[in-house]
C-alpha cells in the first residue's frame, strides 16, 4: 500500500484558508488530480507528496511519524 497523508495535508491547506487551486499551481498539478489525493481515489508519486509537503509548510519529518501510524491502522 502506498502511503498517502491525504488527511493531514488536506487539514493543513484547509487551515491556511487555501483553495484545492492554489496548491494545485503551486505543484504543478491539475485541480481535479490534486481532489482525488484529497479523497484518496487515486495516490501521488513520492515526489508529488514531497512536493504538496512543502507547499503547505508541513514538517517533513511529521511525514515518517504518520506513515507509521497509518501502517498500524
Not at 2 to 31: C, E, W, Y
Amino acid at each position: 500500500m502506498t502511503f498517502v497523508p491525504n488527511r493531514a495535508l488536506t487539514t493543513q491547506r484547509k487551515t491556511q484558508k487555501l483553495s484545492q487551486q492554489d496548491v494545485a499551481d503551486r505543484i504543478g498539478v491539475s485541480r481535479e488530480s490534486l481532489g482525488m489525493w484529497e479523497r484518496g481515489e487515486r495516490h501521488p508519486s513520492y515526489g508529488d507528496v514531497l512536493k504538496w509537503a512543502v507547499v503547505l509548510g508541513f514538517p517533513l519529518a511529521i511525514l515518517d511519524s504518520l506513515q507509521e501510524v497509518d501502517e498500524l491502522d
